[in-house]
C-alpha cells in the first residue's frame, strides 16, 4: 500500500497537494499534519514547502481582516504570513503546555495580545478552545506576577510582561471586551477558488 501510495504522489498535480494539505490542516491547532506530507516525497515537499501555501493555511486558521485593514500590503504577502503562522503556532503549543517559565514567554505575550486584538473568532477558538490559554495567564499571574515584588514594597513591577498578562487575563474573562461569553468552534468550509472560507458561530 504505501509504496503504492508513493508510487501515485508523483503524479498528482501540485496545485491539487496544495488544496488537499491546507485541508487537512484546517481543524483548531497547529498544522501538525504538514510535518508528515513535508517527509512524505521530494514531490510532496517542492509542492507545498513555499510560502503561498503556508499564507493559506494562515487565512485558514487564523483572523486577517483586522490586519488587511490596518497594515500596508507589503506585510502581509505570502512571506510575512508564513513567518507569522510559525510564529503563532510556537505561541499555541507553549501555552498548551503550560510552560509559563518558557524564555520567550514575553515573545507569546505579545503574540497572545495581537491575536486578540485582531480575533474576529478563530483566534480566541485557537487561544481558549486549543491552547486553554485561560488556565495559562491564570498560572502566569498566580505565579509571576510578584516577581521582584522586593523592590517595590510588595507591588508588582510596573513592566510589559505583566502589564500584558492582566490584560490578557481580562480580556479573556466571561466579561472581557473580545471575547463571547462562548465561542463554539467554526467549521472550515473548502470554497472553489481553491481556499477556506470559515463560518463563525458565537453566542453572547
Not at 485593514?69 to 498548551?96: E, G, I, N
Not at 524564555?103 to 485582531?118: A, C, G, P, Q, T
Not at 485557537?126 to 491552547?131: F, S, V
Not at 473580545?178 to 463560518?199: A, D, E, Q
Amino acid at each position: 500500500m504505501g509504496q503504492h501510495t508513493s508510487t501515485l504522489l508523483p503524479r498528482v498535480p501540485g496545485e491539487v497537494l496544495d488544496d488537499i494539505v491546507v485541508l487537512a490542516v484546517a481543524s483548531l491547532g497547529p498544522p501538525q499534519e504538514l510535518a508528515s506530507a513535508l517527509q512524505s516525497c521530494r514531490h510532496v515537499y517542492q509542492s507545498i514547502n513555499r510560502n503561498d501555501v503556508g499564507s493559506r493555511i494562515f487565512r485558514c486558521k487564523f483572523d486577517i481582516s483586522a490586519a488587511e485593514r490596518r497594515f500596508p500590503a507589503f506585510s502581509l504577502y505570502p512571506s510575512s504570513l508564513y513567518k507569522q503562522l510559525q510564529s503563532y503556532c510556537r505561541t499555541l503549543r507553549v501555552v498548551r503546555s503550560g510552560d509559563i517559565f518558557d524564555r520567550h514567554v514575553d515573545d507569546h505575550l505579545w503574540n497572545i495580545y495581537f491575536m486578540l486584538m485582531e480575533n474576529d473568532g478563530m483566534n480566541a477558538a485557537q487561544l481558549i478552545h486549543w491552547a486553554n490559554v485561560r488556565v495559562f495567564i491564570d498560572a502566569f499571574v498566580r505565579a509571576r506576577l510578584h516577581e521582584g515584588k522586593d523592590e517595590l514594597n510588595n507591588w508588582p513591577l510596573d513592566n510589559q510582561v505583566n502589564a500584558l498578562a492582566l490584560w490578557i487575563m481580562w480580556h479573556t474573562s466571561d466579561d472581557g471586551m473580545f471575547v463571547p461569553r462562548r465561542i463554539t468552534c467554526r467549521t472550515l468550509n473548502y470554497s472553489n477558488r481553491g481556499s477556506c472560507k470559515r463560518v463563525a458561530s458565537t453566542t453572547e
